[in-house]
């Protein structure tokens, strides 16, 4: 069965700073992987998705992603963080095809600080 | 605005009750995909429709149901409510099937089951 596992629940940076949140998952094949970001009280919103072609991923807002087969991973990057990406991201892992019977992370929640 | 439409916003009712969820996907979507969010069982996918048809089903309980009509709107059925299904549902819509379509998603229906 297909799973995704996002290590850290609560990431603080300073504004300005760099952002690595890690996700890494666990599928029999090349899976479809997407990141999400869900701002506070607000609905989830996709940031970049992964299903094939090259490895590194841009997506929007500034973020990117990389795909690294070998170490199962899928993490979100981005190099200067801004006050306003301040909310709970979701990593996700899907069948080749779509956005059907996606499986998602428990979230890593980020607090950006001044 | 994502264009993703949901109805209510707030939803609060008893246990035992039953009610009707509705989503309005972005103009040209074809797709419809119902999320469920909560505290203990955070972030599942539920089912897809496409073009009125269902694609997939995900962790949806048998209490549940959905249609997709003509009109490309879905609705989202829950019936026989538990507490335990108190949780913030979401639809998306993309245009087509396949994860080259970027996915949108509505704001999501609160639902609390007292």
Known sequence: AQSVTQPDIHITVSEGASLELRCNYSYGATPYLFWYVQSPGQGLQLLLKYFSGDTLVQGIKGFEAEFKRSQSSFNLRKPSVHWSDAAEYFCAVGDPGGYQKVTFGTGTKLQVIP | ?114
């Open chain 2, 1 to 114: 605005d994502s264009g993703v439409t949901q109805t209510p916003k707030h939803l609060i009712t008893a246990t035992g009750q039953r009610v009707t969820l509705r989503c309005s996907p972005r103009s040209g979507d074809l797709s419809v995909y119902w999320y469920q969010q909560s505290l203990d069982q955070g972030l599942q996918f539920l089912i897809q429709y496409y073009n009125g048809e269902e694609r997939a089903k995900g962790n949806i309980l048998e209490r549940f149901s959905a249609q997709q009509f003509p009109d490309l709107h879905s609705e989202l059925n829950l019936s026989s409510l538990e507490l335990g299904d108190s949780a913030l549902y979401f639809c998306a819509s993309s245009a087509g099937t396949g994860g080259r379509d970027t996915q949108y998603f509505g704001p999501g229906t609160r639902l609390t089951v007292l």
